[in-house]
């Protein structure tokens, strides 16, 4: 499995403390079979990240995991804020983009309901040349939830949702249902921390999506989406 969504790389945002806390995060990943995970720190006013420096992080901590066998790949990437998108040049957005495909950037929307702003920024992504994976939409919820998300979709966004989020799910619920309907594409951890909060899990989210989705979705889902994103490649909507 690949993580898209992980904000494993230390002392940089609010994610690892420090690099025990990496390495830490990095054992659960391979504990749940996690093979790849892209390091996504905040890009946003709150957090002074580097968008430059993501990429020799990465790589100090892939050093370190090899130095204890662990089996566990870290790959470059960023979470951007809606905010930030606009003002970073286009060297600096393909840097920040996962993987190191320059081409799937990771998108965290502004607080609130998701509104025309963010369609309108997705289409100006768009003519830059690139595309959006949407991050966490279960904290963007408003009364035309479904139709925003389905918009986004048919705009070429990758819907990415919370794995513990899902998880918790009722199987019966209105989540489930956008699962359903195709709107729930990828999952990642949004792990911050080995000491509390999410895990650097994914296992869990997709075992409950399996109640509600084709072996060939999960296909998807698991495999094909993020290795596409990771690798920069165009991506077919889900089966």
Known sequence: MIDLHCHILCALDDGAIDLEDSIAMARQAQADGIATVCATPHVRVDHDVRVEQIAVRARALQ???D????AVRVLPGAEVAETEADSLSDARLREACLGSGARWL?????PGPIGDALQALVGRLRRRRIDVVLAHPERHAGADFRERLGALARDGCVIQWTAQFIADCDP???????AREGLVHVLGSDAHSSHGGRQLRLEHGFAALAAVRT?????WSIERAPLAIVRGEPLEGAP
């Open 63 to 65: 050093s370190s995991l």
């Open 67 to 70: 130095e204890l066998g662990i």
């Open 106 to 110: 990771l998108l965290e929307p502004a």
């Open 172 to 178: 019966r619920g209105p989540i489930m249902a956008l």
């Open 215 to 219: 072996p060939d979705q999960m296909a």
